[in-house]
């Protein structure tokens, strides 16, 4: 495994010049990733861990110390950090919902800057990260299968795969990113049994504010993801 040869091939541009049964077909397999109850039940375990690492980013950024990370088959997951101050459970508890439409988007606007093959290496480390942080079983096993997968791209797949390897991915992430938001404004409205389970829900308890504020700022977070990540997609037809 040569990583400087794989690095330089993932970092030439790539032009994105797909049919229109070509886009039909890389949405329509991101919809099957995404829809179906029991496909589901598998790939959001993959959104699951990007929520998780969207946490985890975020606390590093504002200088929290990173214990672990936990996933449950359900798709429950969990980050314990420490650190000081509101400010840091505020803004590492912002990141999880939006963070798979800001990957998404990342990889869009690398994409349309011809530049597939280096998102896909990005991603790679990403989840090598992601892994060094993993503290259970399903976190674990998630992460290895997300990192083998990552890998196996980066030093094995064609160069000419790497544009349909990344739209599948961001994607997916775009889809799964919207179905997230969907539930958590479920769990916020008619589904409020489950409201421990929402971002905005615990960082209210911890801060002694509001849910709804903190719904409405990852409201606003995700929503100028998606803008930025529909933008980028627009640009490449």
Not at 23 to 39: D, E, K, S, Y
Not at 115 to 134: E, I, K, Q, S
Not at 166 to 185: E, H, M, R, T
Request: glycine content about 10%; hydrophobic content about 60%; some cysteine.
């Amino acid at each position: 495994l040569n990583i400087g040869e794989a690095w330089a091939r993932l970092a030439e541009p790539v032009a994105v010049d797909l049919l229109a049964w070509q886009w039909l077909a890389l949405a329509a397999v991101a919809g099957l990733l995404v829809f179906p109850r029991r496909i589901w039940r598998i790939t959001g375990l993959y959104s699951t861990l990007v929520h998780e690492m969207g946490h985890i980013v975020a606390a590093m950024l504002t200088g929290r110390f990173v214990m672990g990370l936990r996933l449950g088959w359900d798709h429950s997951g969990e980050v314990v950090s420490r650190g000081r101050g509101k400010f840091s459970v505020i803004f590492s508890g912002l990141f999880g919902y939006p963070a798979p439409l800001w990957v998404s988007a990342v990889m869009l606007w690398a994409i349309s800057g011809g530049y597939a093959g280096r998102a896909l290496g990005v991603y790679a480390l990403f989840f090598l990260l992601a892994l060094f942080f993993a503290r259970n079983w399903p976190a674990v096993v998630v992460c290895l299968i997300t990192s083998a997968v990552a890998l196996a791209v980066v030093f094995f797949a064609p160069a000419g795969t790497y544009v349909y390897l990344s739209l599948l991915v961001a994607g997916f992430l775009l889809l799964a990113g919207v179905k997230d938001f969907i539930k958590v404004l479920g769990v916020h409205t008619w589904r409020r049994r489950d409201l421990g389970q929402s971002d905005a829900y615990l960082i209210a308890q911890a801060t002694g504010t509001f849910a709804t504020l903190w719904l409405a700022v990852m409201l606003v977070l995700g929503a100028a993801a998606l803008l930025w990540a529909v933008n980028s997609l627009v640009s490449l037809f």
